[in-house]
């Protein structure tokens, strides 16, 4: 098991390593925009073309592609939190076309998404903008078709085969009552979005070739992204508190995971596996999280999540307030 780096909401010094990492860069911002959307469409214009040859090229295409897409995504997740570029209009406008791009309502995500921040690790704030986690003891207490329900929803073939591209192409497509006319508008212009983008692309290659390129790569990038999220905080050794205990700069540390991922990968996930930086300062761009992590010795104390911790974490589905962890259901005895 990792053990996460001691550390008390009283010491801020962890707040003092990153402000030199807040302001972004205008060439940096622009540069990754280079490389992720211009590669994207490149792999899209293959792709038509591909699949009129077969089906089976596109598949490994799609792939990348879906890596492309979760680069994307890092930028439009950058834009709400107003860490890529300095001007909110620039972070806006981009963000909702990346929105559009990839399936999600800007404003209606970083409301959520805001939400997540300020709550993270907080037991007694839950269910806003993270993963369906319950307690030993709220378990207990469920209906046994509650119980069931839970299970279903904790099942990783669920939670991320089914669960995370029906996220994406069903539930971000649709409003609730409980959001503000911003949110309402932001689900109404990505729809739209999407609906023209869809039918200027089936203009010139059909509508079903349309689908067969567009489906599997929401599905891979839906599915990886969603996985990347879930680690962020659930690990094996992660630390949750009650709400009298909480503090912004001790979760960050203990409650996010530094995932250390092969370069490749860092890539194309926008170096998010430095989430416990992330959680420190919104305000780092993407591309200077990796520089903060190596440049400041403090940081080389926090141990990272493994892959095999990664995968172990799959396992681990409520949180056991007695030992204060994640436990399996078997673990928990229940």
Known sequence: MTQKTPVSG?????LKLITAYKNPSVGGSI????????????????????????????????????????????????????????????????????????????????????????????LDKRGVGDV????????????PGKKFMYKVFRNPFVMFGLGAPLMFLISNRITRK???RKERISVYVTNAGILLLAFAISYFIGFKSYLFIQLPVTYFASAAGVFLFYVQHQFPDVHWYRDEEWDYSTVAIQGASYLR???????????????????????????????CHVENEQFSKVTPVTYK????????????????????FRQAEV
């Open 31 to 122: 540069w990754q925009i280079i490389n992720s959307l211009i590669p994207y469409i490149g792999l899209w214009i293959l792709m038509a073309y591909a699949i009129h040859i077969s089906w089976w090229l596109v598949l490994p295409l799609s792939i990348v592609t879906a890596g492309f897409t979760i680069r994307l995504f890092i930028i439009f997740h950058d834009c709400g939190h107003g860490s890529f570029f300095k001007s909110k209009t620039v972070n806006d406008t981009i963000g909702i076309i990346f929105g559009i791009l990839t399936f999600t309502p800007y404003y209606r995500w970083h409301h959520a998404h805001l939400v997540h921040h300020r709550t993270a690790g907080n």
């Open 132 to 143: 369906w986690t319950l307690t030993v003891e709220e378990f207990k207490n469920l209906t």
């Open 178 to 180: 409980s959001f503000n």
């Open 10 to 14: 009283k010491d801020k010094s962890w």
């Open 309 to 328: 911790d990664a995968f172990r974490s799959l396992k681990l589905r409520l949180w056991d307030e007695s030992r204060q962890q994640l436990v399996s």
């Open 261 to 291: 991922l092969p370069k490749v990968f860092q890539w194309f996930s926008g170096n998010i596996g430095y989430h416990h930086i992330h959680h420190l300062s919104s305000k780092i761009p993407n591309y200077k999280l990796e520089q």
